[in-house]
């Protein structure tokens, strides 16, 4: 089982963007679990659905902010999501056919994708709120 969990060192400072983060968290534990426990490839793929869809849901939220707030960098930042949206749908199949299993994914969206996107860019994000807050 790979150790997935929430530290406080990865809120952003965006308090409705770290609550999202940390029920992300939530989902992919959900999916550890589930993988642990030998649980069938259909449930695996029924969680990723729910965290894909949740996924989803967090991207849309988190560009009004950007759009709400003029960031100049949100369609970088769109293009981001909409990157790890199709790999997510890759991992779906993937998980499907046999081609990749659980903890692979686990590593993908905790340390790839969570790990990185949280902590290099969406930082940016709170950083130009920060300093347009302080303007």
Avoid at 7 to 17: A, F, K, R, V
Avoid at 69 to 84: C, L, R, V
């Amino acid at each position: 089982m790979i150790d997935v969990a929430w530290n406080d060192e990865y809120c952003i400072g965006i308090e409705e963007i770290d609550r999202q983060h940390i029920d992300f968290i939530k989902l992919l534990n959900r999916f550890n679990i589930v993988f642990c426990s030998g649980s069938h490839i259909y449930l695996q793929d029924r969680i990723l659905l729910e965290i894909s869809k949740y996924f989803e849901y967090h991207s849309v939220s988190e560009e009004n902010l950007m759009i709400i707030s003029g960031y100049p960098d949100m369609e970088a930042h769109k293009h981001a999501h909409d990157i790890f949206n199709k790999a997510l749908e890759g991992k779906r199949y993937a998980i499907k056919n046999g081609s990749i299993n659980g903890s692979d994914i686990i590593k993908h969206l905790y340390n790839h994708w969570f790990l990185h996107h949280t902590q290099k860019e969406d930082r940016l994000f709170a950083e130009y709120i920060s300093k347009k807050g302080n303007q």
